[in-house]
């Protein structure tokens, strides 16, 4: 299967409900401006160097997920963020009412990377009461940090798929500031939540889509953690959801 370009990933991972809004911030050109530290370079090559030996199978998801959380936690902020551009960013943030925005990052600039990078780099941006709802994928890992505000995060373990449920296990429950991390891969933490409890939150991401070129990629797996029935040992089985049905359920508290 060929590399799934980031045009396909995100109308398959976020779905009809955000074709318009996606195409209008990420037709909005380059994203990054100004001078890149080496430690930043240094870093994003570093990133890349990772995310290739995952897509080679020469390391395994959850290596991926452990080498991108250090390598994030040894970054001073300041250069991150000046990296990204992000205060044009953050100056031209698109807060939906009901979801999250996404926009492309372009780090085409930067010395020594690849013209074309193993990872797809995003800023999301939400306004408070805003979710990035209950969601799981296949064959992907990513990560997201926050950049700005606070965010409640859920995460869950994918136990076991059914044709209309998922049985998930609860795995985190935290409040998450400006320089946390969270990651997912099929083998951890698999299904992630995001609710913003400030405005505005903005957050880093980066998702590894089609890690594995023999395997499907179907995007976002929608389901409803809430109303799931309580099962045994903490377990729940969740219902599946289409994409306008999570986003009314959850995309506004």
Not at 71 to 97: G, H, M, N
Request: charged share 25%; glycine share 6%.
């Amino acid at each position: 299967m060929e590399k799934l370009s980031r045009r396909v990933f995100t109308q398959s991972m976020f779905g009809s409900l955000f074709t318009f809004s996606l195409v209008d911030t990420l037709s909005k050109g380059k994203m990054l401006s100004g001078h890149i530290k080496p430690v930043v370079n240094q870093w994003l090559t570093k990133m890349e160097e990772v995310t290739k030996a995952l897509r080679l199978g020469k390391i395994k998801p959850v290596e991926w997920q452990l080498e991108i959380e250090s390598l994030l936690a040894r970054v001073e902020l300041s250069d991150l963020l000046r990296a990204i551009d992000y205060q044009r960013l953050a100056k031209t943030a698109v807060f939906p009412d009901d979801h999250e925005s996404a926009e492309n990052i372009d780090f085409s600039k930067i010395e020594d990377l690849p013209s074309e990078l193993s990872f797809a780099p995003y800023f999301y941006a939400m306004k408070k009461g805003v979710a990035i709802v209950p969601h799981g994928h296949r064959n992907m890992t990513s990560m997201h940090m926050i950049l700005d505000g606070q965010a409640h995060a859920w995460h869950y373990e994918r136990i076991a798929d059914e044709p209309q449920h998922l049985v998930i296990k609860p795995t985190k429950d935290q409040v998450c500031v400006r320089g946390d991390t969270s990651t997912i891969s099929d083998q951890k933490d698999n299904i992630h939540w995001f609710k913003a409890l400030t405005e505005p939150v903005f957050m880093f991401n980066i998702g590894v889509f089609g890690v594995n070129p023999t395997a499907s990629f179907t995007g976002r797996d929608y389901i409803d953690p809430v109303r799931g029935e309580k099962m045994k040992d903490g377990l729940i089985r969740a219902r599946r959801l289409n994409v306008d049905e999570a986003y009314k359920l959850y995309g506004k508290t």
